[in-house]
Every structure is written in C-alpha cells, then in structure tokens.
C-alpha cells in the first residue's frame, strides 16, 4: 500500500473517542495537523535531521490505534523508580490511557496541580486553548515536525502539571507510562503540558516501560509523546526520564521547552528499551540567565536504535547549556547523537557545553554524532567534543590480574563509566533505580525494572 | 614454586625474553635486575598474562601447573600477584568497591565464602593501618589522583589484602620517596613467609636494602646474565650494568 500514509487512517477509529469534540478550536487544531501529516507523511533519512534514523520498520508493522482501554488488563501495582516508602505522587497511564486505580496523587501543596489533558479539557479548554501548542507552535518548523503533527490530531490524554508563582513541591512527580498491553501491535500518542509560573520548582519522573510479556512474545507498540513545558521567569524544572520500553516497541518523544529569565531546565534521560526510540528535546532560553542541563545515558545492544536528538537556541544575552551524553553500544546495535546549539546574535556571552562519549563494545556497534554549532554572536565561549572507543584494556587487565573475572571487570568498567551522569542527578532518590537498571543491562536483562 | 624454563616471548611480533630460566622456591626472595629495556617489564606482564604479551617457546610452571595457559584472574586466584610500575586509575570506581570485588572474587575461585560488607571493612581497616593509609584513599575512585607514593602504597594495600603466594614487585620503588619506600617495604615483609616468595624487579638497589633478597638475577638482552646472592646487587651499584649489557649484544 504505498499511496497510503500509515497512521492517517487511525483518525476515522479515533475520532469518536478523542477528549475535547464539543471545542471547534481543539477539532480544526487536530484536522490541521491531521492534514500536515498526511501531506508530510512519516519523516525519512532524506530529511536532514533523521539521516542516521529510519522508521520504515514502524511502517513495515501495521499498528492499530484504539479509542478505548483494554478491560480485561489487571495490575496490582504499576512499577515506580522511587523508594516504596517515600512521598510522592504519581499518574498511571497503560497504552495511554490514564489509570485512575494505579495512579495516586496525594495531596499537593496550593498552587500545584496534577492532572490530566483529558480532564482540563472538560473542566478548563480555555487553559489548555492557550497552552496546546504554544511552546512547539513558537520554537519548530512545523515542517520538520511530522510526528508532533501526528501526535496532536491524535492525542487521546497525558499528563498536565501546573504551578503558580512561588510553589515548590518537594516530593517528585512520577508518571508512569506502561506500554504493550493491547492485544494487537498498537499506537498511541501522549500529549503533556508543563507549565510552571514564576519561582515555582518541582521534579517530574517519566518512566516509561511495559507489562512484560503476556503471550510468547510482548506486542509491539508504538509511544509517540509529545510535550511542552513553559517556564516561567525563575522556575526550576527537573525532568528525569527512563525509556525502559519493551524491546519489540518504538517510542517516539518531542520535547519543547521555553526557559524564561534565570529560570533552569535541569533535563536527564536514560535509555535502555525499544528496539527504536528517538527523543528529541528543542530548548528555547528565552530570558536573561536560563540555563538548560541536557544529560542523557543509553544502553543499547542487539540490533536496537537510539537517537538522542536536541537543539538549544540562545536567544538572549547571558544564557547557559551544558550537555553531556553517554552510551554503551553493543552487538549490532545503534546510536545517533544529534547536538545543534544555536546563538543567535543578541545572545552575547553564551556559555555552551557539549560532549558524547561512547563505549562501543563490539565491532558491529555503531554511533553517528553529529555536533553543530551555530555562532551569530561574537562575544560566547562554546566547546563540543565527542568520543567513541572501546574500553581501557589497561583497567580490564589491572582489574584481572586482581582476579575479577573478565565479564564483571567489564561490567564494573561500564557501570563506572555512566555512574557519574546517573549520580550528578540533583534527585538523588532515584539513583538507586537508575543504576540497578544499569545493573540488570550489564546482567543482560534490559527489560527488568525493579 | 615458580620454574621459568627457556622462556621466550614477543612484544608486537618482537622478541623480547630469549630464553629466561628461574627458579624460585617458596620461602625465597628473589631479586631482577637489569638495565632500561632488558626485558624486567616484559617478564612481569608474560607471567600476570597480560594480552599482547606472547610466550613463544619455553614453560612457566607455578606450582606445577601451566601458567601461561590461565587467564589473568585464574592466575590471581592461584595466588599469583603483580605489583605494577605504573598502577592504573580508574574513574568511577571506589577503591573499597574494588579491593572487595577482588578479594571476593579470589575467595570465590579458592572455594572460601564471601566476606559480607562488615567483615570486609574490618580486614581493611587492619592492613591500611599497617601501611600507614588513611580511609580517604579508600573512598576514592582507584589510584585516581593518587600521588605516585599512594598509588604504590595502593598496590601494597591490593596485596595485603588479597594474600598471594606469588608476588611480582615491578619497579615498586619507582617514584617513591625514602618514607614511603620504607612503608612498602615494609607491606612487603608482612608476607614474607616460608610458604611464599618473591620476586622483585628493580633497577637500582636501593629498594633491596629494605627487602633483602636472597637471590639476585642480571637480566640483559632477554636473558639472566649472571646470579648469585645479595653482595651481586651492591656489585651492580657500583659496576653497573655495562659489562652485561655489552655480554649480551655479543
């Protein structure tokens, strides 16, 4: 069927399930972007940007989409990467759908709130009306965004957090994204909103996995998220995330954040799922001394497919980045690290920083990086530098001659390796889960979450 | 306990040992000496199996079993022990977390239990005290920013606490002060018993003033040039090496 756009027909099944059909601005908004997409079709290594990445396997499958959960589908208790004992609040979403009986928000502080899009569209549209697209609408080329488009004509929920001025929530947000429990391969398309008013702080938690197999094999799916956070003149937003997703899945996640003045998007992303993920995170520092973190660890083996793919825009003077990925690539798997930093001519004295560094573990694995550097502005200090190599065979030998065996002096180069990103992390209470990922990947079971 | 019979081996595809014998018995303490490029480092990886490193004629038999075919950390749990010259840094990994991995590992291959983290920090705390170390050194990522002489009491701390039969001292007295040389020696001698031995690699014969050894080796050209007992060692300070190192390019 090559006349056909794969996804598009997924509307028609959706349509009478989608949140918000009684608001005119919602449907042309989603029939818009229904049309972008048709027109575009699924972006391909002829576009610039994804030279190193092909979905033509997401297009080989034939996903379904469906409007509503599957019933029969029973947890006890969905997965966390916080101590059980600790505060903290969380949403549970299964094939993107919210679960109310996993989910449990206690109580939040004033001015902070956690809900869902498909809740604020009925009790608040004009909120959401001035929020949904607002921050992607302003930093992409629409263009080049395909899959955004795709996820806003077919976004059925997510995740909304909220803050007024001066809020601090000091316990972390979690939510929980399980995917892989239709009965078919299915896709589904998240859509989140982050908006924090001035001096508002909170730690958001993305973790996203799946139920484990319930046949022979776990059904592939397909998470396409979409999210946009807004922050405000000296909010601090912590964003952590965990792609743990099944590793027959593709997962797909557009991030585009705006930094107001002295405000910090503190971002860091581990990666050990999917058999293709990309994330792609587009920072706009909007106001005199925003700052972005963008950190990220992946591990990848088999024949799996990691892009990380991020672009900061300086647009004013006295902004920071600083940006550091590390990956672990065995077998014949692949990563793509993809860095644009873009000052543009106002934006005098930029400090940017970005480094990758990749331990390449076979002969097979493969990295493409591509850093960029854009300068308009005279007066900047900006440094990038990349690494790729297999590991110290002085360390292995100096670990040996103290008798660890070769598989656990690897393993202990490797955790070493990346416990410095997971332990730079400001929430330290997530650690623990990060690396004992680590360690179930270094125990070759990537796909066991604690 | 160690019987080296005609040993060659190959750097790179270059020959490096042609044809070493040495014998050392337990109990004993034996000393190499050569000078820069004899062969000392290539003797010590060749018996720590060290890749790279070949053996292209000739045996090593440790207790009576083939060396060269054991791979690195087999070699450690028979007791085998290299002190490097250079002792390598390693970001990211605590020094405690190493020294634990690596007693357990070789407890695991002799067949005794595990230490648990209690017992562990016990056996540590007693050798670092006998090496003069504080607990700093053990929090930090191994040998990372360690001065020369920490790195070397690093070392001395790595064989203390994994009690080889074996150890293999390479070069230990490089880029030691007098102080610190004296606490190394002095690690050393802890594990000089009747049923261990030494062999200690070095070129000057400073640090054989605080570990005696009962024989002394001339390594030149890839082979043992002459032996004899400790009055060999102070010959050699004051003779040199030229003589040797003429014998062997003849």
Known sequence: MPDTIPFADHYGTLRDALPGQDLPWLSSLRQSALARFTAMGLPTPRQESWKYTSLRPLEKLGFGATGAPRACISIDRAPSLLPAASEHHRLVFVDGHHRADLSSVGRLPEG???????ALLAHEPAWVERHLGAVSGAAADDREQPLLALNTAMMMNGFVLRLAEGTVVHEPIEVVHLGGAGDQPLAYHPRNLIVLAPRSQVTLIEHH???GPIGEEGQPYYANSG???SLAEGAVL????LQAEALEAFHTATVHAEVGRSALYDAFSMSTGARLSRSEIAVRLAGEGANCHLNGAYLMRGSQHCDNTTRIDHLVPNTGCSEVFKGVVDDAARAVFQGKIVVHRDAQHTNGHQLSKVLLLSDKAEIDTKPELEIYADDVVCSHGATAGDLDHGALFYLRTRGIPEAAARAMLIEAFLAESVHNIAAQGICPALMASIGHWLAGRPGEEA | MLDIKNLHATVGGKPILKGIDLTVKAGEVHALMGPNGSGKSTLSYVLAGREGYEATEGEVLYKG??????????????GVFLAFQYPVEIPGVPNTTFLKEALNSVRRYRGEGELDAMQFVKLV?????????SDDMLKRAVNVGFSGGEKKRNEALQMAVLEPCLAILDETDSGLDIDALKTVADGVNLLRRPDNALLVITHYQRLL???VPDHVHVLAGGRIQASGGKELALELEKSGYAAFSATAAA
């Open chain 2, 65 to 78: 079993k083939n060396l060269l075919e054991m791979a690195p950390e087999e070699r450690a749990g028979e």
């Open chain 1, 227 to 229: 999210t946009e956070v």
């Open chain 1, 209 to 211: 996995t799946h139920l």
């Open chain 1, 238 to 241: 912590h964003h952590y995330k």
């Open chain 2, 125 to 133: 705390r007693s050798k670092t005290k006998q090496l003069h170390m």
């Open chain 2, 209 to 211: 003033e605080y570990i």
């Open chain 1, 112 to 118: 902070a709130e956690l809900t869902t899009l498909r």
